[in-house]
C-alpha cells in the first residue's frame, strides 16, 4: 500500500493511452499566451482566433430569446430537433446542391464534435487517415485519440497548397479508412478545384475508402471561387460525410453548433457515440440556429465583402517585408506567409520566432509547425482593419531588426 502511494507521489496521474496520445490545441494555447499578456495591461494584436469579429445577427439571437420565453429549454432529441435537421438539410441542398434527408443529418456540438464523432464512429486501432498538410490542428489527434495512424500527404506551396488525387492515391493501403480534407483550408485557405475535388472522391469510391470533407469555411471564397461541396455530385453520397458547422457562416462560434450529414446509418452510429458523451445539442442553441438556416443571408455578402478587402491589405502589408512570401488565399480568412529566412540561430523555428513576436511586439499569430508546416506562421485576419495595419506594421517592425537568409524556399515543401 505505501509502495503504490509512493510511487503514484513520484509518477503522478496514470492518465489513459487515448489521452497520452494527444496534445492541447496549439491554437488554443496561443490564445491562452496571448490573454496572459492581455492581463498585463498589453495591448496585443491577436491574429491568433480562428473566428469572425462580426456579431451574431440580430434575428438569431432574437431567435434565442424567444426559445427561452417559450421556455424551449429541455433535453432535445440526442441527434437534434427535426426541425432544424430537415432544415439544415433543405439549407445544404439550396446553397451546395446536395440531397439529403433528415435521418442522414446529425446535429453536434460544433464542426470539431462532427468530426470527432465521425472520426470515433469509423476508425478502429491501426485504421490508417489521410491527411494532406498543412492541416487543421485537431485532425491529427483526433485520429490518434481514436487509435487511428495519420498518414500525411504534403502539398506544394508553389502550386497552392491544393492537395492532389494522385498523391492521396498513392498512399492508400488495405488498412486506410478515411480522407480528411478542408477545402477552403485551415490554414492556407486554398480552395480545392472543383475538378480536383471529384477525383479525390474517385480514388476514396475506388478503394472503398470514407471521404470526410469538412466545410467549415464553405462560404469565405473570394475571386473567381464558389461555395461548393463534394456531396453534390451524383453518387458522392455512399462514401461521404459533412462536416458543417453554423459557426463561421453565421457568426455563431461561441453556440457550438455544427452537423454532420451522410448515410443514415453512419449517422445513426455517429449519434450513438453522442448519446454516451454530451447527448444532445443545447436546446435554445439549436433553435436560433434553425432560425439562422430558415432566415435571411444577406448579411453575409457584406461580412465577405469586408474579409476581401482585410485580405488584399494584408497581403500587400507581408509581401512589403523583405523575405516573407505568401501564398493568396483563396478562401477562409488567414494568410499563411513563408517566414522561413527568418529561421537561423537566433530564431531556430517557427514557434520561437512566435513567441519573440508575442513577447516583443505583442502580436499574437500561430506557428506553422502546429499545421505540419514548419516555417510558417498562421495570420487570422478575422479582425479590424486598424488591428490589421497595426499588427503588419508591427511585424515589418520585428522582421526589420532581424537578419533574413534569402529565398524562404528552404522550409517551403510543406
Request: hydrophobic share 40%; with cysteine; net charge neutral.
Amino acid at each position: 500500500m505505501e509502495q503504490g502511494t509512493e510511487m503514484k507521489r513520484e509518477q503522478g496521474i496514470q492518465f489513459s493511452d487515448c489521452v497520452n496520445r494527444i496534445s492541447i490545441s496549439p491554437t488554443m494555447a496561443v490564445m491562452q499566451e496571448a490573454e496572459r499578456f492581455k492581463a498585463r495591461g498589453a495591448d496585443v494584436v491577436d491574429f491568433g482566433p480562428g473566428e469572425p469579429d462580426f456579431p451574431t445577427p440580430e434575428h438569431i439571437k432574437r431567435a434565442a430569446v424567444e426559445a427561452l420565453a417559450q421556455n424551449r429549454t429541455k433535453y432535445t432529441a440526442v441527434a437534434g430537433i427535426a426541425p432544424l435537421r430537415k432544415a439544415i438539410c433543405d439549407w445544404h441542398a439550396a446553397q451546395l446542391g446536395s440531397s439529403y434527408e433528415p435521418a442522414e443529418c446529425v446535429v453536434t456540438m460544433g464542426g470539431k464534435h462532427a468530426v470527432f464523432n465521425t472520426v470515433g464512429s469509423l476508425v478502429n486501432p491501426g485504421d490508417e487517415v489521410i491527411i494532406p498538410v498543412p492541416y487543421w490542428v485537431s485532425y491529427p489527434d483526433i485520429v490518434k485519440y481514436a487509435g487511428g495512424t495519420p498518414v500525411f500527404v504534403r502539398t506544394q506551396e508553389k502550386e497552392g497548397f491544393h492537395p492532389s488525387a494522385q498523391h492521396i492515391e498513392k498512399v492508400i493501403t488495405p488498412r486506410t479508412k478515411l480522407v480528411i480534407v478542408n477545402s477552403p483550408c485551415n490554414p492556407t485557405g486554398a480552395v480545392i478545384p472543383k475538378d480536383e475535388f471529384v477525383r479525390i472522391l474517385h480514388a476514396c469510391q475506388k478503394r472503398s475508402v470514407w471521404l470526410l470533407s469538412d466545410e467549415c469555411y464553405s462560404h469565405f471564397v473570394y475571386g473567381e471561387a464558389k461555395p461548393f461541396s463534394i456531396a453534390s455530385i451524383e453518387g458522392a453520397k455512399e462514401h461521404v460525410i459533412i462536416a458543417g458547422t453554423f459557426s463561421k457562416t453565421f457568426a455563431m462560434t461561441g453556440w457550438r453548433l455544427g452537423y454532420a450529414l451522410g448515410p443514415a446509418p453512419l449517422v445513426a452510429a455517429v449519434a450513438k457515440l453522442q448519446s454516451q458523451s454530451t447527448s444532445n445539442a443545447t436546446s435554445i442553441a439549436q433553435y436560433a440556429a434553425l432560425d439562422a438556416v430558415l432566415g435571411p443571408m444577406d448579411w453575409l455578402q457584406h461580412m465577405l465583402d469586408e474579409y476581401a478587402r482585410r485580405r488584399i491589405h494584408i497581403l500587400a502589408g507581408l509581401h512589403a517585408i523583405p523575405g516573407i512570401k505568401c501564398v493568396a488565399p483563396q478562401g477562409a480568412f488567414y494568410a499563411f506567409p513563408n517566414v522561413s529566412a527568418y529561421i537561423g540561430k537566433d530564431l531556430p523555428d517557427d514557434t520561437a520566432l512566435a513567441k519573440q513576436l508575442l513577447e516583443l511586439e505583442h502580436v499574437a499569430v500561430v506557428p506553422g509547425e502546429a499545421f505540419g508546416a514548419p516555417g510558417h506562421v498562421r495570420i487570422s485576419y478575422a479582425t479590424s482593419f486598424d488591428r490589421i495595419e497595426e499588427g503588419v506594421r508591427r511585424m515589418a517592425r520585428f522582421f526589420a531588426q532581424r537578419s533574413h537568409v534569402g529565398s524562404p524556399a528552404k522550409a517551403g515543401k510543406a
